[in-house]
């Protein structure tokens, strides 16, 4: 069956030049955008309840936007003033760059990593006196706990906001050809909007090893699998599938 419609499960991209924006063009399909879950900030109150105080802490981990959008938020909550002396530890670049919202880049001590956690790990390692604070959401990849773990420093998670299940009622009765999911969580909220899904002609895009997992574990079938090394992002596989169906 040839593809015409695609749902992926995040926020429509805010740059103009996202490679989706070309998929779309190139191969004369509609793509949609409705993230499947999303995040809620947790309150200060409960911050302090997993007996966290800012104060203590000498460095911060951020692998994320939200990871920084909270962890100022609750800092504000908490009337705590940052303290300029405070060193950053950046997953990525994107991070880092991110971190401007909140600070004055060029006077800060920030440190950042290539990609992954693991590239961000030997910067940590270098500082292992310090004491770290990974401010994150209830859904925590257990790698990031291990390889911290492994370096033998002191460090404290702080769940600072959570990943809810959105609400995706209004979907009920409408139908892609192509649905794409980027997390077990995604994949969660499906099933929990809708227990009664089937597949059937549907075909199911996943980025990543966890996400295969969760949706074979769910019953279904993947059609298009990313990263591959032929097909390392998720628009590249989805443009290698369409341009292999449509043209039979």
């Given at each position: 069956m040839k593809v015409k419609t695609i749902l992926v499960s995040q926020p429509e991209p805010k740059v103009e030049n996202s490679p989706y924006f070309d998929l779309e063009e190139k191969e004369k399909v509609k793509i949609d955008f409705i993230p499947f879950i999303?995040?809620?900030?947790?309150?200060?109150?409960?911050?302090?309840?997993?007996?966290?105080?800012?104060?203590?802490?000498?460095?911060?981990?951020?692998?994320?936007r939200n990871s920084v959008d909270h962890f100022f938020r609750i800092a504000e909550e908490m009337r705590y003033k940052v303290p300029d002396t405070l060193k950053y530890f950046c997953q990525s670049e994107a991070v880092a760059y991110y971190l401007q919202k909140y600070v004055v880049y060029r006077k800060r001590k920030i440190y950042v990593g290539k990609r992954t956690f693991q590239e961000l790990s030997?910067?940590?390692?270098?500082?292992?006196?310090?004491?770290?604070?990974?401010?994150?959401?209830?859904?925590?990849?257990?790698?990031i706990p291990e390889t911290l773990d492994g370096l033998k420093i002191d460090w404290k998670q702080g769940v600072f906001y959570k990943t809810v299940v959105s609400d995706l009622s209004n979907?009920?009765?409408?139908?892609?050809?192509v649905l794409v999911?980027?997390?077990?969580?995604?994949?969660?909220?499906?099933?929990?909007?809708?227990?009664?899904?089937?597949?059937?002609?549907?075909?199911?895009?996943?980025?990543g090893n966890s996400t295969v997992r969760a949706a074979e574990e769910h019953g279904l079938v993947v059609d298009i699998q990313a990263p591959t090394p032929e097909t390392p992002s998720m628009t590249m596989a989805l443009q290698k599938y369409i341009k292999e169906v449509n043209k039979k």
């Open positions: 999303h995040v809620e900030g947790v309150d200060a109150k409960e911050v302090r309840l997993q007996k966290v105080d800012l104060s203590q802490y000498t460095a911060i981990i951020l692998t994320s030997p910067l940590i390692k270098k500082y292992k006196n310090e004491k770290f604070l990974l401010p994150s959401s209830d859904k925590l990849k257990p790698l979907l009920r009765n409408v139908f892609y050809d999911f980027f997390s077990p969580s995604g994949i969660q909220s499906l099933f929990e909007n809708f227990p009664d899904f089937k597949q059937n002609e549907t075909r199911i895009a996943v980025f």
